[in-house]
């Protein structure tokens, strides 16, 4: 059997994990083509995955400062608010929000930084006349986990050719770290008119007919699918909010538990009907009353999939979700990078994929309802080669998972 070594090419799935004070973090990415002479591993982890085969795993931890640069204080610094660069994008101005990342290209003054400078810098405090800019990485002074998972192993052809990979910064760089709040600070993610959207109208219009089709491709669908799974158990009580066509649910054995009663809410009659998981549905419109029409403590999982993004008052809709579910129940937000642009409130174009997640987090902690909150990120899978978007890119849509579990006995 083939093992890692330098005569070798490995496929190797990745899993970071890290926490905040609140919330458990996992990054999951796909290593494609490792090669051990060449690449670049964080202290110690090459040692450990020399010599594993297929389907064998290994993990290391590091203290703060070991895998990544350690938190300087020295990074943290004034500068006027009159350097934050406002611009306009698809018609928004977009300004300085505290708590909030924003490219460094975004501000002037900052030395060695040209406009181009994708790295975040973060506003951890700002009045009328002054910024202060964290430019410490978004995870310096965290406890990490790197761990992985061989996914294949191949012979090499040849060291010509290809690039260097350093594979902690393919995963962290420009996104991990991204969603914890500062500690007491929380992040300003609705001020202004960060919930409104460019097509007000009432969405039963917009969603009036149907879309019997995928929101996502069909790897990012099995992740997400998959992803969900661990949450269900025999016999549940499940509620598919804001369901369409597909519930992201598993169908058939050994990933589906038996006796699934799955009830979906959305705004298409339609496309439910056409829904093979759901064992009943009704149409209802949470943008016009986020109040779910079921008794409190109904359900033992509430699934919200692919849609958090339309939603104008999500607060309440998270603290709706809390009362229908059973003490120890589930909710599970999904998302990726896509969205209907008409519809989509503004704030979710404006931030970094990885502060949605930081949102969506945000919303379940501030109902006060939510224990054992985790998120995860699935990326850089390859896209199957019959999506219609795979002329744009070879890479899946990336997906986003936060989960909480109902307190209360």
Known sequence: MSRIDNAHVATIELFLSWRDEAVRHEERYLARKVN????????????????????????????????????????VIRLPRRAFASKTVAGRRIEPRLSRFYPRGMFTGLVGVFPQDARPARIVAMDADVLTLDLNHPLAGRRLTLAATVRHIAPKVSDTGGHLSCWLEEITDYGPGMQSPLPGLPTDFFSGDALSRPDDAPDAAFYAAPRLTGHIDAQADALLTDGYAGYLRPGMAVLDLMSSVASHLPLETPFAPPGLHVTGLGLNDREMAANPRLAAHVVHDLNENPVLPFPDAAFDAVFLSLSVEYLTRPREVFAQCARVLKPGGRLCVGFSDRWFPQKVTAVWPDLHPFERVGLVAACARDTGSFADLA?????????????????????SDPVFVVTGKRTGT
């Open 36 to 75: 051990p002479w060449r690449d670049v591993f964080p202290p110690g982890f090459r040692e450990r995955i020399e010599g594993l085969g297929v389907g064998d795993a290994a993990s290391c931890d590091y203290a703060p400062g070991e895998a990544l640069p350690e938190r300087r204080d020295d990074a």
């Open 375 to 395: 998120t995860t990120s699935i990326r850089n899978w390859w896209r199957p080669t019959d999506d219609p978007h795979i002329r744009q890119t070879l890479t």
